[in-house]
């Protein structure tokens, strides 16, 4: 037991000489140590001077999905099982090319403007712009290099160059530029490199993160790194201010589609109530109808008044023919019937005319004879005047005749006039429905137009901003303990790892122990140093 004990302090003691020795071995080469140490920390110094910061702006939105048309025991349901917003499917679209092309255009990332520094150069962007450049062709890459020299700028792309003096500005086929003050300018270099708007947007796309901020959440965490502080907040910015108009657009599509399809009715309604109007209007004209009820009444009135005339006037064609009958057998000299209803006053008057002739005739018989001259003149007058009786109760009849004809088809017309009016009446009574089912269609259409038109000036973004664009004010990229530190250990490496490899590799005896694990069991009488 006390051979192992001392065996094993034995060792000990051995490993303890020998770290002893590693250690010394190290220490003797540390101006090597420091002077690669002193050489990683300049270098690291070097490269914090020089490197352009990267900064992180960060934002925060909030997804929300509320349906006012769902019934509480459907939010419920949702609620157990899940959270309705699919948060993955909101990332996509915040990170996808439509979304972000549209802030490319909007902020005109396609154009990067870096100044040219001593020690740095630096990204510059909006109003830190001393000039304004527009690049005609924005499909294809360009690169160009501005410097200002004695209140006169020069660019060049290598292959083609312009100057332009104070107050001037310059177009040409690739783009237009205009500069501010020349005096501000002096001495200044830029880079301007424009990109197609397809390289803009995936070069955007790789410096935009969007993260949910749990789980099941409806948080969606934006950030986006780069050289300028400033761009960084404005792309943050404007991402959620085109993702909000987008939302706003998509939601106005059922209300933009249904006013189109209304403003499409519309049309054709108006088109077809004017259709209507005019052949209402055309009918009426053309059948003279203005109120069939009050034509159909006064149609009937003027048949009873014809009815009533035509009646009359075949009471006296009856009389006027038994007179003529009368007239034409009658052969003696007798008082002819008066006053018998006869209403024409020539006939009147010639019967009239006859009948008082004859009673002077018989008044005269009664003393004197026949064979009389006055009263053979008298027959002659009698004679005469029968037969103008004839005549005209002749005339009278065929007076009657085309009266009663006239009568008759002014009856018929009357009575056609009549017989037509139900089926006029149908007529604009069908017109009258067509132009009332336009008409309050139309009324219809244009108050749901009107609807259509406050739900698409009503629609709000199911997005809520919980925190718009900030920047941090320390950089995230390069960190400045993570470079010094990294140097440091570098240059503590690099020496030790050199040696390491050197002894490793060295077979030569150097040291008294290097003789003794050689030759084991040699005994030694002495050393001599060496200096």
């Known amino acids: 037991m006390m051979n192992n004990n001392f065996e094993n302090r034995s060792n000990q003691l051995e490993e303890s000489f020998n770290i002893r020795n590693e250690i010394s071995y190290y220490l003797f080469f540390w101006p090597w140590f ?46 157990l099982f899940g959270t309705r917003v699919n948060v993955e499917n909101d990332i996509s679209v ?44 924005t499909s294809r890459t360009q690169q160009w290099n501005l410097s200002f020299t004695n209140e006169k700028a020069l660019i060049s792309d290598g292959l083609y160059s312009y100057k332009i003096n104070k107050n001037d500005s310059l177009v040409n ?32 796309k ?10 099941n959440g409806e948080i969606i965490n934006l950030s986006i790194s780069g050289t300028n502080k400033k761009r960084n907040d404005f792309v943050l910015n404007t991402l959620i201010e085109v993702l909000i108009e987008d939302r706003v657009a998509d939601q106005r599509q059922l209300s933009k589609a249904s006013i189109e399809f209304i403003d499409e009715r519309l049309k054709t309604l108006s088109d077809t109530i004017n259709t209507i109007s005019k052949k209402t209007i055309a009918y009426q004209l053309e059948n003279d109808i203005f109120n069939t009820e009050l034509q159909t009444s006064n149609a009937l009135s003027k048949i009873i008044a014809e009815n009533e005339a035509s009646f009359n006037l075949k009471i006296q064609l009856e009389i006027a023919t038994s007179l ?7 052969e003696n000299f007798k008082i002819l019937p008066a006053n018998i209803g006869i209403k024409d006053i020539s006939v009147n008057q010639l019967l009239d ?4 002739l004859l009673i002077e005739r018989n008044n005269l018989l009664v003393s004197t004879t026949e064979s009389s001259p006055i009263i053979l ?9 029968r037969k103008a009786n004839i005549e005209g109760v002749n005339r009278y009849i065929q007076n009657l005749k085309v009266s009663l004809s006239n009568y008759q088809k002014i009856n018929n017309k009357n009575m056609s006039l009549i017989a037509s009016f139900p089926e006029k009446g149908y007529t604009m009574r069908t017109l009258s429905r067509e132009f009332k089912f336009s008409e309050d269609l139309l009324v219809f259409l244009s108050q749901r137009k009107e609807e259509a038109s406050i739900s698409y000036v009503s629609v709000l973004p ?58 084991p069991g040699l005994s030694i009488l002495g050393e001599v140093p060496f200096d």
Do not use: M, W
Request: hydrophobic fraction near 40%.
């Open 324 to 330: 003529l009958k009368q007239l034409k057998i009658e």
């Open 206 to 215: 790789k410096r935009i993160n969007a993260t949910a901020a749990s789980k």
């Open 94 to 137: 915040i990170t996808s090319n439509h979304i972000l092309s549209k802030v490319v255009k909007k902020l005109n990332l396609q154009t990067s403007i870096t100044r040219i520094g001593r020690i740095k150069s630096f990204l510059i962007f909006d109003n830190e712009l001393p000039f304004k450049i527009k690049f005609n062709n």
């Open 462 to 519: 199911n997005l809520k901003v919980l925190s718009y664009g900030v920047a941090n004010n320390s950089p995230i990229s390069p960190n400045t303990n993570t470079i010094y530190f990294g140097g440091l250990a570098i240059g503590f490496l690099i020496p030790f790892s050199i040696l390491y490899l050197l002894k490793i590799l060295d077979t030569k005896i150097n040291t008294r122990e290097d003789l003794e694990k050689g030759l």
């Open 173 to 204: 086929d690739d783009f237009s530029l205009k500069a501010g003050d020349f005096s501000l300018l002096d001495g200044k270099e830029f880079v301007i490199r424009n990109n197609s708007i397809k390289n803009a947007t995936a070069s955007l």
């Open 353 to 356: 005319s006859y009948n008082t």
């Open 34 to 79: 420091l002077f690669t140490i002193i050489i990683a920390l300049i270098c690291s110094y070097s490269y914090l001077r020089y490197t352009p910061s990267i900064y992180s702006s960060s934002a925060q939105v909030q997804i929300t999905k509320s349906d006012a048309t769902s019934s509480f025991l459907t939010t419920e349901v949702t609620s």
């Open 377 to 385: 003149q008298i027959n002659k007058q009698l004679n005469k005047l």
